[in-house]
């Protein structure tokens, strides 16, 4: 552990903890401890720690945002290929105590098991050390990638088609709505719905922007999700 320790940046008055955080529920039930011998509780404060420390970073690096951008760039820090690229370098994966089961089916590998670990780690530093070393923890793994993302162009069409799915709603469609201006200079309007019902309206200078655009303003109007 201490050499996991040293790669995390913290060092755990209370070990139990950081075992914890690594203890994947098939080890658990494995064990017979159920599910308050699994991460999953550590993870669940873990992934609110996380999302609320990088938002309140994007306010403050980007104050010029709007909150749809903001909300984009927020996605992205905490997405799970985000946590799993952090955890890549602190070798988490193979730090995850599973069920042989698992173990043996690639579990070490997992992006799912990983991530949830990742936040799992988190909300084990902030209880045993604190806030501060929580965000201190998230300044050396996530928030440096703030300006990587922000730099990143967005693909919103994608983006939405991908949320909507997650939510279980119907596929979105595009429809051109209106077209302006001469042959040169023109502004094309688009709306995106899905269920039949408008979700968002945007404009630019080709039918793609448009779409682009509409996609965003539906994109920032989602309820809420992490991955």
Same mark, same amino acid.
């Given at each position: 552990? /201490?050499?996991?320790?040293?790669?995390?940046?913290?060092?755990?008055?209370?070990?139990?903890?950081?075992? $914890?955080?690594?203890?994947? /529920? /098939? *080890? =658990?039930?494995?064990?017979?401890?159920g599910?308050?011998? =699994?991460?999953e509780?550590?993870?669940?404060?873990g &992934? =609110?720690?996380?999302?609320?420390?990088?938002?309140?970073a994007l306010?403050?690096?980007?104050?010029d945002?709007?909150?749809?951008?903001? %909300?984009?760039?927020r996605?992205?820090l905490?997405?799970?290929? #985000?946590?799993?690229?952090a =955890?890549?370098? $602190?070798?988490?994966?193979?730090e995850?105590?599973?069920?042989?089961?698992?173990?043996?089916?690639?579990?070490?590998? *997992?992006? #799912?098991?990983?991530? &949830?670990?990742?936040?799992?780690?988190?909300?084990?530093i902030?209880?045993?050390?604190?806030?501060?070393?929580?965000r @201190?923890? $998230?300044?050396?793994?996530?928030?440096?990638?703030?300006?990587?993302?922000?730099? @990143?162009?967005? &693909?919103?069409? %994608?983006?939405? +088609?991908?949320?909507?799915?997650? *939510?279980?709603?119907? @596929?979105?469609?595009?429809?051109?709505?209106?077209?302006?201006?001469? &042959?040169?200079?023109?502004?094309? %309007?688009?709306?995106?719905?899905?269920g039949?019902?408008?979700?968002g309206?945007?404009?630019?200078?080709s039918?793609?922007?448009?779409? +682009?655009?509409?996609?965003q303003? @539906?994109?920032?109007?989602?309820?809420? /999700?992490?991955?």
């Amino acid at each position: 552990m /201490s050499e996991l320790e040293e790669k995390l940046g913290y060092r755990f008055r209370d070990r139990g903890l950081l075992e $914890l955080a690594l203890t994947h /529920s /098939s *080890r =658990s039930n494995e064990l017979g401890k159920g599910h308050l011998g =699994s991460n999953e509780r550590l993870e669940f404060l873990g &992934d =609110s720690i996380l999302g609320f420390v990088v938002a309140e970073a994007l306010f403050r690096a980007f104050p010029d945002k709007p909150e749809g951008e903001m %909300t984009r760039l927020r996605a992205e820090l905490v997405c799970e290929g #985000s946590l799993v690229r952090a =955890s890549a370098e $602190l070798g988490l994966g193979e730090e995850l105590r599973l069920s042989r089961g698992e173990a043996l089916g690639g579990g070490h590998h *997992r992006p #799912s098991m990983i991530a &949830d670990a990742f936040e799992a780690v988190l909300a084990a530093i902030y209880i045993d050390g604190g806030e501060e070393e929580a965000r @201190a923890f $998230l300044g050396r793994t996530i928030l440096p990638r703030l300006h990587e993302v922000k730099a @990143a162009k967005s &693909d919103y069409k %994608t983006l939405l +088609q991908e949320a909507v799915q997650r *939510r279980g709603l119907p @596929a979105p469609t595009y429809r051109l709505v209106g077209e302006s201006g001469p &042959d040169h200079h023109k502004t094309f %309007t688009a709306q995106v719905l899905y269920g039949g019902k408008v979700a968002g309206e945007g404009s630019g200078g080709s039918k793609k922007e448009a779409e +682009q655009a509409a996609a965003q303003a @539906a994109y920032a109007h989602l309820p809420e /999700s992490r991955s």
